[in-house]
């Protein structure tokens, strides 16, 4: 990987990391499409990079973020599955899941599927319009879903969504929780692997990664406005649709059937 594969890279996680359309797996289309071998180093980088991510959300919502101890109670408790399971299954993910294209492409095309579905259930049952309203329970019931989201594919922001309209929440305040919740569940899980990986890495690799840490930055805080300012007028049927058409590609491109 080199610096302009960096700067792609970058734009790609950032622009894809809070829409539910799973980051991970366009990060391994673009990684396939530029010709970067899927080694140690790539599977560090492109979870590395989602710090970039982070930084975007930390910047855009620290006034929300200082003190609240209502909106830390629920996330705290929505972030009590992930942790556990990704602690557990750590080394099963990172060896076994993540490159897999077959596992993306299903996980992109059975996601679209529900996200269809929990879209057009929201209309009629979603009634919360502030996360500060939703209770411990349903919180806890959110972070189940984004736990199914280290299955590489799958997407953490779509899985939170999708479990945030069938627990009662907006379309609005599905997505502002997924953005929150993706500060510590990305930052510790971004911090372990780093932990684990970083004495394997070359001075030219955190170069590397230093560039897609920025670039993520850069694109997410895009993203993010974008994403809600869509949600004023729109739902998530194009995102929907979309994740079934990319699915559909990737695995005619691949040769993946």
Known sequence: MDIK????????????????????????LTAHILGIPHDSFTKSFEISIQLGAI??????????LMGDW?????IFVAFLPTGFLGFAFYKFIKGYLIGNDLVVVIALI???????FADRLCER????????????????????????????GVSRSGA????????????KASAEFSFLLAFPTMLIATAYDLYKSHQSFQAQEWHILSVGFITSMLFALLSVKALLKFLQKHSFVPFGIYRILVGLLYAY???LW
């Open 5 to 28: 594969d960096a700067l792609i890279m970058g734009a790609v996680e950032g622009l894809t990391e809070f829409l539910p359309v799973s980051s991970t797996g366009h990060l391994i």
């Open 55 to 64: 930084l975007a959300i930390a910047l855009l919502y620290w006034r929300r």
């Open 70 to 74: 209502e909106l830390w109670k629920r």
């Open 110 to 116: 059975l996601g679209g599927i529900f996200l269809l």
């Open 125 to 152: 049952f979603c009634y919360i319009g502030d996360v500060k309203d939703l209770s411990y329970p349903r919180a806890f019931a959110i972070g189940v879903f984004q736990s199914i989201a280290m299955i590489p």
């Open 160 to 171: 939170t969504i999708i479990g945030g309209m069938f627990m009662g929440l907006s379309r």
């Open 253 to 255: 491109f691949f040769r």
